[in-house]
């Protein structure tokens, strides 16, 4: 059976995936990020996925925060099932200065991201998934090596900050697989790469 690859971000309306303050400047997902909706959308994409791709950044950010959240009595229901699925999941982080990757089931990569996924894919196991990370989505839709997006499209105009989409990248067709509306206005969406 073919492993699913699956991009799953944020965008504003704008087309942003940070604010204008730079990597970190993310305050205007988190009201439609802490919504059930969402909340639920993060495990119907996560649920399939056996393998994680990272970026450095988010799998540092990610690293500094999810792990504990599995044991916190007082955290969302939905929270502790994610941390502990990304606990226990395979993490593949993408990084040219990291020497070592210590949280538990985690491998720094040895190649570019289209490279590393045509391996994954030839081996056993459930969908693959990028968690947010913007340069190995764009090296893998630039390798036509993603299968799914999974965006939570927030209503917000954040008027600066990085772009997931840049020029350059090769034209595609994506057919609408779901829609579902959050609490807070935000869409949690998925497009399914229409190939020949």
Known sequence: MTRTVVANFSLSLDGRTNGAGGDYDMSWIVPHAITEGAREHMLRVTGPA????????N????????PSVADDENAAPQDRTFSRWLNETEKVVFSTTLTEAPWQNSRIADGEPADVVKRLRAQDGGDIIVLASSSVIRALLAADEIDR?????????????ARLFEDGLPATS????????????ALCLFYDRVRD
């Open 149 to 161: 997006l999974s965006i939570t499209l927030a209503p917000e105009l954040v008027g600066g900050g």
């Open 50 to 57: 056996t393998t994680a791709l990272l970026g450095r950044k």
């Open 59 to 66: 799998y540092e950010g990610f690293g500094s925060f999810w």
């Open 174 to 185: 994506w057919k609408l697989a779901a829609s579902t509306p959050t609490e807070s206005g």
